[in-house]
């Protein structure tokens, strides 16, 4: 994609000069018929819109105004680029800032994108002070500069990039409905089959041990890990859907890697998260074969004659096998799962049959999962592109 913009007309100009850093505040906020909190995590990185919110019901001591048409801004930890634009009346956090714009020079609808761009996080961040939670001050945020367009050519902008949002959150709704009709289709075929469950480990393969934890303590510490390698997998590795994050590698030298086979993962194993993010579970794919599960992950190798890898991840992610998770952290004292939790899980198997059926069933919501995935990073890029025309950064 590429925009060619005649910038002769367009402005220098301070945000300062054009935007207001409004602190207005609120003693009796429901005697003004609010009745809705922001706080900062009700507010999510790169989304525009305001989709949670607390009560006022609720305890609170946030005195700071909201009001529709204002851009709201994180100002604490501004790495997470938390910006919003505010479509109803509330309170909110003392983090947060409240910009208006003069809309004699800047539409209101223009603002939230400016304050998004990559040029404007980057001035935010470098006047951050603060070490455990850096926090960026009006002052130095009034001095950013940018190139202001004419009203006319804002009004294009709030177009183009409205449109773009809308989109976006027309495709992650569409992904948020897919992904509850999956859920929906495991916790379905376990409860009709929640009569006749048996055993995990009846399921394991006898070829192996079917359930392994990953090498504690010295076998395989920090100490031992490299910049290259024999990959090892840590928890951080896997998703809270049940896929797999493989930004953040470590690596154990291959010699060192060949003393610790059994601990090594196969295609389709099943792996658990045993510490921290108790209930996480994710199948291994070919591009992780050979890795070593760290001290703090459950492999499951299967018997795949009796039960399909693919079903039974889908069962792991089920309410019926998360409730016994959540039941044994509630239970005991320990911080996480043990082999033997994890051999007693209690799992539905179908007939062969009926697993095919409905792993078939699965992979064709996945495949709409990642089709849409794949075009709202494509939109996501194309955004990126544009924000970057109008406002310097990528």
Known sequence: MSLKLDKSTWMRVAFGDVVRNVNETVKNAS??????????EHMDPGELKIERWGDLA?????????????????KRRAYQRKVAYAEFDAICSGDIY????????????????????????????????????PRTNWRELADFAFDLPPLEVQRQVVGLLTAVEGHARALKQSREIVTELLSAQANSLFDRHKENLVRLRTVGATSAQSVQVGPFGGSLSSRHFTESGTRVLKIQNITDDGSWDLDHAVYVADQY????????VQADDLIFAAQATVGRCALAPKAIVGALISQHLIRVRLDRDKALPAFMHAMALSTGVQDQMRAIKTKTTRDGLNTADVENFEVPIPTMPEQIAFVELREQGVSAIEAITRELHDLMQVRRETVGRFFGGN
């Open 31 to 40: 005697g003004n018929g609010i009745d809705r909190v922001i706080a900062m």
């Open 58 to 74: 609720d305890e609170t001591t946030f005195t700071r105004r909201v009001r529709p048409g204002q851009t709201l801004f994180g």
């Open 98 to 133: 409240t910009f208006v714009a003069d809309e004699t020079r800047m539409l209101g609808e223009f603002l939230p994108f400016l304050v998004q761009s990559d040029s404007f996080f980057e001035h935010a961040l470098a006047t951050s002070a603060g070490s455990l939670s």
């Open 257 to 264: 890697a060949s003393t610790l086979e059994r601990y090594m």
